[in-house]
Structure formats: structure tokens, C-alpha cells
């Protein structure tokens, strides 16, 4: 609570003003000089202008991490400086500013963290206290702009108890391969660009939140699908938009986005059993050479490994994903190599999800192992 509240107090400095507004946004990189490394960065936010009216006018400037250890200030482009309403009340604003990079070898994560989220997020407790955040990562080896998503937001309406389906749109100007997989919506304890996204902890997917239906992406079209909300009510969920080129992963786009469910008339779906959201991982290592981007030189994994928080001082969670149904051992060791905790998953699945209690062990590094059978991964856990 303590950290929050000092996010807070940065926030109330670092701010216009404090209001619950922000409804979703990406982020756009796009090589301006594959000489000197500079990139064009775009930065989308969607508002609610009933809500935070005076907060969407007097934000024509935010500050954006640049992955590099710095960061600048992105000036309001759009609307004369002002923004522009788009439909519904809602305010979309683009923010540009160029950067220079000094090395291509390795790469980079392009963030953002404001206050605040829209408020009564049915599936966000407090969503109005959470910081807002969203990334993206590139690898500056690869002559490239990041995909463009080219569906507005605005608000996206669902109907309960039928079958809500959006797609981003999503355009490579080199024509390079996307795909796609749903996320955890993260946030930040910091606006200084010394954290990176944690996920939230309160966060459920949309169908989570009463354990009905079904919520899923197509990883090839990115047609998103509710089968089918129950309850009235705003959720948020966030996606990313992987670009490949020759088979290796050059970026990864994070949008977060608001679905707002109302009661109206429609064909009713027939609602599947409930299905867990099959979730891509989160990014959360400290050093950007962690990323999970490929360099063309380098051998793709078939499992991607994801530990949050780390550090931890009590409970930490693991997840894997693997690009084949598999089996997976997950194998906690002190540093001298003393096994300490095993759990095997004997379903075969893409997504294995495994919860660590460390309370008993005083400060020390950890390491976890995961094994498919056919690979395994290392990482370490450090304990606080």
C-alpha cells in the first residue's frame, strides 16, 4: 500500500490533474534513420471525456520510457495539440517524439505509465488507483516499424448474453508476419522510468470475473471473441501483436482496451462452458537483454517463462508457455543446487501456471527450472 501511495503523491506532482480517465492506448515504433538509430515514437491514448474532461485538455504532453534508461517528453499532435473527440464522448489523443539509440545489440522496451484508469473496471478492483501502462518491444537489428493498429477504440460495445467480436487491423508496412495472444493488463509503481509493467494483481480476464463463457484471440486473423458476457458493467483486457520476420520475433505491441457491456436486445448466443484465458507471459525481467525478442542469428525456444514478482518476499508465481502441447516440471533449487520444491503437471497443455510460497526461506537467490521433456529453461528467483 505504501508503494501506491508514493506512486500517488509522483503522480499529483508529475500531473495536470488527477482524474480516472484513461480507457486504453498502444504504442507505435517506427525507424526514422537505420544510420543513427533514431526511431519515431507514437503513443495513442483513448480517454473518457465525461469523466475526466479537464485531465484529457490539460494532458498535451506525457512523459515515455525509452528502454534505454531514458526517457523524454512527448508532445500532443493531433487536434491542433488538443486531441480530437472520435464518438461517444470519447477523446483519442497522439503523442509523437523522436529518440536516438546508441547501440543496436539489444533489444528495447518503449513504455508509458499515467494516472489514472477509468473507474468501476468491473474486473480491476479500485481500476481508478491503478496506474495506466503499456509497452513495446523492438529489436533495433531489424530495419523496421512496429505494426500499426488501425481500428480505433472509441467505445466498444458487447450485449449480454451474445457474442461480442473485434479485431485491431493490425497493418506491417514491411509485410512481415503477426500473430497475437491475450495478456494480463499491467501497471507501474513508478514514473521515472526505473520500473518496469507488473501485472495487476486484482486483474481477471473478462470471463473470469463469474467463471462464464468463453474469451479468446485468433492468433492468426486477432479477432477477438466474448461467447458471451452475463453482466452489465466495463472491462478491460490487453493483447499483443507479435511481428515476425523469417520465422524470428522482431517486436511485440501491447494494446489495452475497454469493453462496456450493456443490456440490449440481440440474438442470444448459446454459451459454452467456462474456459480459462490461455495467457501469453509477462515480460518482467530487469535487463532488456531478457526480452523475448530474437536476434536473426539466434535459435527460437519452444517455451517462454515468466516469473512475477521477482523479487518476492513471500509468494511468486511462474508461468510457461509452449508452442506445443506438452507436460512440464517446475523445480525450485538453492543456490547450492538443493532441490526444494517440485511440481509436475501432468496435463498436456500450451500454458502451465504454478504458484511458489517462499516465506520460509530468508534473503538468498533462488534458481527455478522448467522442463517440457524436451527442453528446459533456468531463471533466477531472487529472495527479499
Known amino acids: 500500500m505504501k508503494t501506491y501511495l508514493n506512486l500517488i503523491v509522483l503522480f499529483f506532482i508529475n500531473s495536470p490533474l488527477f482524474a480516472s480517465h484513461l480507457k486504453g492506448g498502444n504504442i507505435q515504433v517506427s525507424q526514422v534513420n537505420d544510420q543513427n538509430l533514431t526511431y519515431e515514437i507514437t503513443v495513442t491514448i483513448y480517454s473518457d471525456l465525461t469523466l475526466g474532461i479537464r485531465a484529457y485538455m490539460e494532458q498535451k504532453e506525457i512523459p515515455v520510457c525509452f528502454g534505454d534508461g531514458s526517457s523524454g517528453i512527448a508532445s500532443r499532435v493531433n487536434g491542433n495539440?488538443?486531441?480530437?473527440?472520435?464518438?461517444n464522448s470519447i477523446g483519442k489523443s497522439i503523442y509523437k517524439i523522436q529518440h536516438k539509440y546508441a547501440s543496436n545489440l539489444t533489444a528495447y522496451r518503449v513504455y508509458v505509465a499515467l494516472l489514472s484508469r477509468n473507474q468501476t473496471i468491473r474486473n480491476i478492483k479500485n481500476a481508478d488507483y491503478v496506474p495506466f501502462y503499456i509497452e513495446t518491444l523492438f529489436n533495433p537489428k531489424a530495419i523496421n516499424s512496429?505494426?500499426?493498429?488501425?481500428?480505433?477504440?472509441?467505445?466498444?460495445?458487447a450485449k449480454v448474453k451474445q457474442v461480442f467480436v473485434y479485431n485491431p487491423k493490425a497493418t506491417d508496412i514491411e509485410g512481415d508476419s503477426l500473430s497475437y495472444r491475450l495478456t494480463?493488463?499491467?501497471?507501474?509503481?513508478?514514473?521515472?522510468?526505473?520500473?518496469?509493467?507488473?501485472?495487476?494483481?486484482?486483474?481477471?480476464q473478462p470471463n473470469e470475473v463469474n467463471e462464464v463463457g468463453t474469451f479468446k484471440i485468433n492468433e492468426i486473423t486477432g479477432d477477438l471473441?466474448?461467447?458471451?458476457?452475463?453482466?452489465?458493467?466495463?472491462?478491460?483486457?490487453?493483447?499483443?501483436?507479435?511481428?515476425?520476420?523469417?520465422?524470428?520475433?522482431?517486436?511485440?505491441?501491447?494494446r489495452d482496451m475497454e469493453i462496456v457491456v450493456k443490456d440490449e436486445a440481440g440474438e442470444t448466443a448459446t454459451i459454452p462452458p467456462f474456459e480459462a484465458v490461455i495467457k501469453a507471459p509477462i515480460v518482467n525481467e530487469v535487463s532488456n537483454q531478457a526480452l523475448v525478442?530474437?536476434?536473426?542469428?539466434?535459435?527460437?525456444?519452444?517455451?517462454?517463462?515468466?516469473?512475477?514478482?521477482?523479487?518476492?518476499?513471500?509468494?511468486?508465481?511462474?508461468e510457461v508457455i509452449t508452442k506445443l502441447p506438452s507436460k512440464?516440471?517446475?523445480?525450485?533449487?538453492?543456490?547450492?543446487?538443493?532441490?526444494?520444491?517440485?511440481?509436475?503437471?501432468?496435463?498436456?497443455?500450451?500454458?502451465?501456471?504454478?504458484?511458489?510460497?517462499?516465506?520460509?526461506?530468508?534473503?538468498?537467490?533462488?534458481?527455478?527450472?522448467?522442463?517440457?521433456?524436451?527442453?528446459?529453461?533456468?531463471?533466477?528467483?531472487?529472495i527479499k
Not at 512496429?146 to 460495445?157: K, M, Q, S, W
Not at 507501474?188 to 518496469?196: E, I, P, V, W
Request: with cysteine; glycine share 6%; aromatic share 10%.
Open 293 to 318: 525478442l530474437s536476434t536473426e542469428n539466434e535459435v527460437i525456444s519452444d517455451m517462454e517463462f515468466t516469473i512475477f514478482p521477482n523479487p518476492s518476499s513471500g509468494v511468486f508465481k511462474a
Open 225 to 254: 471473441t466474448w461467447n458471451a458476457p452475463t453482466q452489465i458493467g466495463i472491462y478491460t483486457c490487453s493483447f499483443m501483436v507479435e511481428e515476425w520476420r523469417k520465422g524470428i520475433k522482431i517486436s511485440l505491441t501491447v
Open 184 to 204: 494480463m493488463a499491467r501497471t507501474s509503481t513508478s514514473n521515472d522510468c526505473s520500473t518496469l509493467g507488473i501485472p495487476i494483481e486484482s486483474f481477471k
Open 81 to 87: 495539440g488538443n486531441g480530437e473527440e472520435i464518438s
Open 146 to 157: 512496429t505494426p500499426i493498429l488501425n481500428n480505433d477504440i472509441g467505445v466498444l460495445y
Open 328 to 382: 512440464v516440471v517446475f523445480q525450485l533449487f538453492d543456490n547450492s543446487g538443493k532441490l526444494l520444491q517440485e511440481f509436475k503437471h501432468t496435463n498436456v497443455g500450451l500454458t502451465h501456471f504454478q504458484e511458489f510460497n517462499v516465506e520460509a526461506f530468508s534473503e538468498q537467490m533462488l534458481i527455478l527450472k522448467v522442463i517440457n521433456g524436451i527442453h528446459s529453461i533456468t531463471k533466477k528467483v531472487i
